[in-house]
């Protein structure tokens, strides 16, 4: 096997059928990314993840909050209060995923700049339309 690919772990993200691909495009969601790492630093309830999260609707931070919980990268805790609260955290796992985020999250904010300005020199050269 290609020393490359593998990952020591027996599954082959470069292969089609990998069970890892369904990790990848959970991971690939922009809102999967941001809520894992505004929980990074603790115990968030909806509301405080919604206004934390700008631009993100209700339904998509449920859905994303459900993704998160069914796959075991998220925790969500339900006090018996009225009304009732809940609460969100990452569990073990999403706390060991949130490391590598947040350094992906750095270097993006690093480098924002730098991508822009290939971006608007893609443009000016006419190569092409996709200014974002």
């Not at 292969?15 to 990074?40: D, G, I, N, Q």
């Not at 590598?100 to 999250?105: A, C, G, S, V, Y």
Request: proline share 5%; net charge neutral; with cysteine.
């Amino acid at each position: 096997m290609d020393s490359e690919n593998d990952c020591g772990f027996g599954y082959d993200a470069f292969r089609r059928t990998c069970p890892s691909h369904t990790v990848l495009e959970m991971l690939a969601s922009k809102w999967v990314y941001l809520v894992v790492c505004a929980l990074r630093k603790g115990r968030l309830r909806n509301g405080e993840l919604a206004r934390k999260l700008e631009g993100i609707t209700p339904k998509m931070l449920t859905q994303t909050l459900r993704v998160l919980e069914r796959d075991g990268l998220v925790r969500r805790d339900i006090f018996p209060v009225i009304p009732p609260r809940v609460e969100y955290e990452l569990t073990e796992l999403g706390q060991n995923l949130a490391g590598l985020l947040t350094q992906i999250r750095s270097w993006a904010e690093q480098h924002a700049p730098d991508i822009k300005d290939a971006r608007a020199r893609a443009i000016a050269d006419g190569e092409g339309d996709w200014a974002a």
